[in-house]
């Protein structure tokens, strides 16, 4: 999946975000508050109202390509009733008031396949049976052909946070270790499947060794004193560790020097965040959307210069949506890649930077930026 531009509004929240260009790599700026994190979290929410989630008093426009080049616009819009949470479907209340769906559209390669209102759904012109009001219609009709895909790619959407990642032992029930091993013995399928990456990450170091070697060698560049990873269950007495945990895979790293190895929950976060950002790109599946908030955190420099190298260079059919403040990303990442963002009350719009002549003169182009008041102060001028 590639997601084209998306133009989306909250009602309950009283914001919305003007039609916003996306390409493989968006570097969203500008300054604090604007609503970077937002347009992140309407993307992770359209993901869930694919999913059959219902949220209240969402509007929204996207378009976006499969991996087959199948070119989707997807339209809809919630009742609002107000800011309240309506994912807990075991609250049988939650279930009879969630809001439901005014309208809704779906078109594939220019030709509308779904249009739907309050009354009716109709599916290629004709009328369907009855279906639920309060989940979309690419939830609903997922396994037909035409909408299948569409569905199928809003699964590829993730958003990565990796800032606490060192001390959340992933659980791979012991009993099961050997059925994912043998049902995950290529790269193909590790790619494809739906484990945490952390998972992936200890099956290619199983099935895969050449990748997994790869990946490793791809950290020690960036961290010289390094010489060894393995994800395996830790092989000395740990008093910390619960029972359970004792024959469980971690990840655990050895140093130039130091015969113990570093398990996992003592990896520094920037170290263990970027071998997590590494793993991603070699071990996701193609067609994956990564959206990464405020990329910088937990990165020392100089696993933000290598991983923005890293997701610059990639040859794979996925995409990043990042925000960042941190000069050297900004700087490293190509000026026509960035979207400023600036906030008027409650409307969120994206820039290109040509708007403001950024990249027209000899100037640095993130000198232009900085300097400019719509990135000091994050309203339109």
């Given at each position: 999946?590639?997601?084209?531009?998306?133009?989306?509004?909250?009602?309950?929240?009283?914001?919305?975000?003007?039609?916003?260009?996306?390409?493989?790599?968006?570097?969203?700026?500008?300054?604090?508050?604007?609503?970077?994190?937002?347009?992140?979290?309407?993307?992770?929410?359209?993901?869930?109202i694919?999913?059959?989630?219902?949220?209240?008093?969402?509007?929204?426009?996207?378009e976006?390509?499969?991996?087959?080049?199948?070119?989707?616009?997807?339209?809809?819009?919630?009742?609002?009733?107000?800011?309240?949470?309506?994912?807990?479907?075991?609250?049988?209340?939650?279930?009879?008031?969630?809001?439901?769906?005014?309208?809704?559209?779906?078109?594939?390669?220019?030709k509308?396949?779904?249009?739907?209102?309050?009354?009716?759904?109709?599916?290629?012109?004709?009328?369907?049976?009855?279906?639920?009001?309060?989940?979309?219609?690419?939830?609903?009709?997922?396994?037909?052909?035409?909408?299948?895909?569409?569905?199928?790619?809003?699964?590829?959407?993730?958003?990565?946070?990796?800032?606490?990642?060192?001390?959340?032992?992933?659980?791979?029930?012991?009993?099961?270790?050997?059925?994912?091993?043998?049902?995950?013995?290529t790269?193909?399928?590790?790619?494809?499947?739906?484990?945490?990456?952390?998972?992936?990450?200890?099956?290619?170091?199983?099935?895969?060794p050449?990748?997994?070697?790869?990946?490793?060698?791809?950290?020690?560049?960036?961290?010289p004193?390094?010489?060894?990873?393995?994800?395996?269950?830790?092989?000395?007495?740990?008093?910390?560790?619960?029972?359970?945990?004792?024959?469980?895979?971690?990840?655990?790293?050895?140093?130039?020097?130091?015969?113990?190895?570093?398990?996992?929950?003592?990896i520094?976060?920037?170290?263990?965040?970027?071998?997590?950002?590494?793993?991603?790109?070699?071990?996701?599946?193609?067609?994956?959307?990564?959206?990464?908030?405020?990329?910088?955190?937990?990165?020392?420099?100089?696993?933000?210069?290598?991983?923005?190298?890293?997701?610059?260079?990639?040859?794979?059919?996925?995409?990043?949506?990042?925000?960042?403040?941190?000069?050297?990303?900004i700087?490293?990442?190509?000026?026509?890649?960035?979207?400023?963002?600036?906030?008027t009350?409650?409307?969120?719009?994206?820039?290109?930077?040509?708007?403001?002549?950024?990249?027209?003169?000899?100037?640095?182009?993130?000198?232009?930026?900085?300097?400019?008041?719509?990135?000091?102060?994050?309203?339109?001028?």
């Amino acid at each position: 999946m590639k997601i084209l531009n998306l133009t989306y509004e909250d009602k309950a929240l009283k914001w919305s975000l003007e039609k916003a260009n996306f390409d493989k790599l968006t570097l969203l700026v500008g300054a604090s508050g604007v609503g970077k994190t937002q347009i992140l979290n309407s993307i992770m929410k359209l993901k869930a109202i694919a999913d059959g989630k219902s949220i209240s008093g969402i509007k929204w426009n996207i378009e976006f390509i499969t991996l087959e080049n199948e070119l989707y616009n997807w339209s809809g819009e919630f009742e609002n009733k107000g800011d309240e949470d309506f994912s807990d479907d075991d609250d049988d209340d939650v279930k009879r008031n969630k809001p439901s769906v005014l309208s809704e559209t779906l078109s594939l390669d220019g030709k509308l396949i779904i249009e739907r209102n309050s009354e009716a759904i109709l599916f290629n012109n004709v009328k369907t049976v009855k279906l639920p009001n309060q989940q979309s219609i690419i939830y609903l009709l997922k396994e037909e052909e035409l909408i299948k895909p569409s569905f199928e790619s809003f699964g590829k959407i993730l958003f990565s946070d990796q800032t606490d990642s060192t001390r959340e032992a992933y659980r791979i029930k012991f009993s099961d270790t050997k059925k994912l091993l043998s049902s995950n013995n290529t790269l193909d399928k590790i790619q494809e499947s739906k484990e945490d990456i952390r998972i992936k990450l200890y099956l290619t170091y199983k099935n895969v060794p050449k990748i997994f070697e790869t990946i490793k060698q791809r950290y020690i560049d960036i961290f010289p004193q390094v010489e060894d990873i393995k994800v395996e269950p830790i092989d000395y007495e740990d008093d910390d560790l619960p029972f359970f945990f004792k024959e469980y895979p971690f990840i655990q790293i050895k140093e130039i020097g130091v015969d113990k190895w570093i398990k996992q929950s003592n990896i520094s976060s920037g170290m263990f965040r970027s071998l997590i950002h590494i793993s991603e790109i070699y071990l996701c599946s193609e067609g994956s959307v990564f959206l990464i908030d405020e990329f910088e955190n937990s990165l020392g420099i100089n696993c933000i210069n290598e991983l923005t190298n890293d997701i610059l260079s990639s040859k794979r059919q996925i995409q990043f949506i990042i925000t960042s403040h941190h000069p050297y990303i900004i700087n490293n990442v190509d000026y026509t890649k960035w979207k400023l963002v600036t906030r008027t009350k409650g409307i969120v719009k994206t820039h290109s930077p040509e708007e403001y002549n950024i990249g027209k003169s000899k100037h640095d182009a993130f000198m232009q930026l900085i300097q400019l008041e719509q990135y000091q102060t994050g309203l339109e001028i």
